[in-house]
């Protein structure tokens, strides 16, 4: 492996720190070197606070003055909530800067490479773009469809279902399988579900993989205001962020006075035959700059994203257990034959105990 390589992994394992720390702002790394030692790291923070160009020269100080930055995203070129970073790599002295993947935000695309050239700063781009564009799906998918980057999750028996005949599906996964979900909980910006899935399981939906997790606004699409005052997830809608999709001949009820009370932000959206286009669902949260998407649902919202091809990626954690019965999650999908089946590309997976995650992205044609 080059230095160039192997510096620029380092940056990507700095960014992975800020992974669901710093939304709306896409999670950087940055490593600044000389004489081939590393001398400074930074990764984006909170929003609002420093970026990861800024971080690894703080702390480098005096000794960026001829070194080399390597950062995984195209440093900013305007003023938001910080000064742009392209500004503070200048001033630092920086000598060469090697660039990921250069940002497709209108607001930078090429401006800030630009301005570190109008400097006399030499650029180099491309190393590792393929890595660092996956690690950034969520932004890019964001930037690129203005809408959420959407992550399909679901626990299955071996034969492919997720529930017993009676209904009953705690637990299909392990211990393991649940603790990296609630992981995977506290790096996307919404876990979303359908009111069926509340009345039948009575979820939480938060993040409990420590008692710092950085929470997902919880939202429910309820059509019809079906969501019971008891529910584990109503009680806790004052503790933590949550958002109903009602129908809008709904919004005058009494029934949206006292969720509102009890903490729900109530959205009303058009249906179509009692149900909503999902375009609108995803176009109020990109919106509310919303960049990713978990979806933690039932059969119904599952197939109404896939039919919508809004699935970006497939999470199925698989158990050793045959359940039989006819709880499939995708039985209303509407494919008839094999050549019209939805392949996954990039296929990886994971073991967790005796439970194995295949994570994979739907090619649709």
Same mark, same amino acid.
């Given at each position: 492996?080059? %230095?160039?390589?192997?510096?620029?992994?380092?940056?990507?394992?700095?960014?992975?720190?800020?992974?669901?720390?710093?939304?709306?702002?896409?999670?950087? /790394?940055?490593?600044?070197?000389? %004489?081939?030692?590393?001398?400074?790291?930074?990764?984006?923070?909170? +929003? /609002?606070?420093?970026?990861?160009?800024?971080? =690894?020269?703080?702390?480098? #100080?005096?000794?960026?003055?001829? =070194?080399?930055? +390597?950062? @995984?995203?195209?440093?900013?070129?305007?003023?938001?909530?910080?000064?742009?970073? !392209?500004?503070?790599?200048? !001033?630092?002295?920086?000598?060469?800067?090697?660039?990921?993947? &250069?940002?497709?935000?209108?607001?930078?695309?090429?401006?800030?490479i630009q301005m570190l050239l109008a400097a006399g700063i030499e650029v180099h781009t491309g190393t590792l773009e393929e890595r660092i564009s996956r690690q950034l799906e969520y932004f890019l998918t964001y930037i690129s469809k203005n809408r959420p980057f959407v992550t399909l999750k679901t626990a299955l *028996?071996?034969?492919?279902? $997720?529930? !017993? &005949?009676?209904?009953?599906?705690?637990?299909?996964?392990?211990?393991?399988?649940?603790? +990296? @979900?609630?992981?995977?909980?506290?790096?996307?910006?919404?876990?979303?579900?359908?009111?069926?899935?509340?009345?039948?399981?009575?979820?939480?939906?938060? =993040?409990?993989?420590?008692?710092? =997790?950085?929470?997902?606004?919880?939202?429910?699409?309820?059509?019809?205001?079906?969501?019971?005052?008891?529910?584990?997830?109503?009680? *806790?809608?004052?503790? $933590?962020?949550?958002?109903?999709?009602?129908?809008?001949?709904?919004?005058?009820?009494?029934?949206?006075?006292?969720?509102?009370?009890?903490?729900?932000?109530?959205?009303?959206?058009?249906?179509?035959?009692?149900?909503?286009?999902?375009?609108?669902?995803?176009?109020?949260?990109?919106?509310?700059?919303? $960049? *990713?998407?978990?979806?933690?649902? #039932?059969?119904?919202?599952?197939?109404?994203?896939?039919?919508?091809?809004?699935?970006?990626?497939?999470?199925f954690f698989y158990a050793p257990k045959i359940i039989g019965g006819s709880m499939s999650p995708l039985n209303s999908l509407g494919i008839s034959s094999i050549t019209d089946a939805i392949e996954l590309k990039d296929i990886s997976f994971k073991h967790f105990g005796d439970n194995l995650l295949i994570c #994979?992205?739907?090619? +649709?044609?």
């Amino acid at each position: 492996m080059d %230095n160039t390589t192997k510096f620029m992994q380092l940056a990507i394992n700095e960014a992975e720190k800020a992974r669901g720390k710093c939304s709306p702002n896409p999670f950087v /790394g940055a490593v600044i070197c000389k %004489n081939n030692e590393v001398i400074a790291k930074g990764h984006t923070q909170d +929003y /609002g606070g420093d970026h990861a160009e800024v971080q =690894a020269l703080k702390q480098a #100080g005096s000794l960026s003055a001829g =070194a080399d930055m +390597y950062v @995984t995203l195209e440093p900013c070129s305007h003023y938001g909530k910080t000064p742009p970073c !392209a500004l503070a790599i200048i !001033a630092a002295g920086i000598k060469r800067v090697f660039v990921g993947i &250069e940002d497709p935000n209108p607001l930078v695309a090429g401006k800030g490479i630009q301005m570190l050239l109008a400097a006399g700063i030499e650029v180099h781009t491309g190393t590792l773009e393929e890595r660092i564009s996956r690690q950034l799906e969520y932004f890019l998918t964001y930037i690129s469809k203005n809408r959420p980057f959407v992550t399909l999750k679901t626990a299955l *028996s071996l034969d492919g279902k $997720y529930a !017993a &005949e009676d209904g009953s599906s705690r637990w299909i996964s392990n211990d393991a399988s649940r603790k +990296y @979900t609630h992981k995977l909980r506290s790096q996307t910006d919404v876990i979303l579900t359908g009111i069926n899935t509340i009345i039948q399981d009575n979820p939480m939906l938060t =993040a409990r993989s420590s008692a710092k =997790a950085r929470q997902p606004l919880r939202a429910v699409l309820d059509p019809f205001l079906a969501m019971p005052i008891d529910s584990c997830f109503a009680k *806790s809608m004052h503790q $933590y962020p949550s958002v109903i999709y009602c129908g809008i001949d709904q919004l005058n009820t009494q029934k949206v006075d006292m969720l509102r009370s009890l903490g729900a932000q109530i959205e009303a959206l058009p249906m179509h035959k009692g149900l909503f286009r999902i375009a609108d669902v995803m176009e109020h949260l990109a919106k509310m700059k919303k $960049y *990713s998407v978990m979806l933690e649902t #039932g059969s119904g919202v599952a197939e109404s994203f896939l039919k919508e091809q809004l699935v970006d990626k497939c999470l199925f954690f698989y158990a050793p257990k045959i359940i039989g019965g006819s709880m499939s999650p995708l039985n209303s999908l509407g494919i008839s034959s094999i050549t019209d089946a939805i392949e996954l590309k990039d296929i990886s997976f994971k073991h967790f105990g005796d439970n194995l995650l295949i994570c #994979g992205y739907p090619q +649709y044609r």
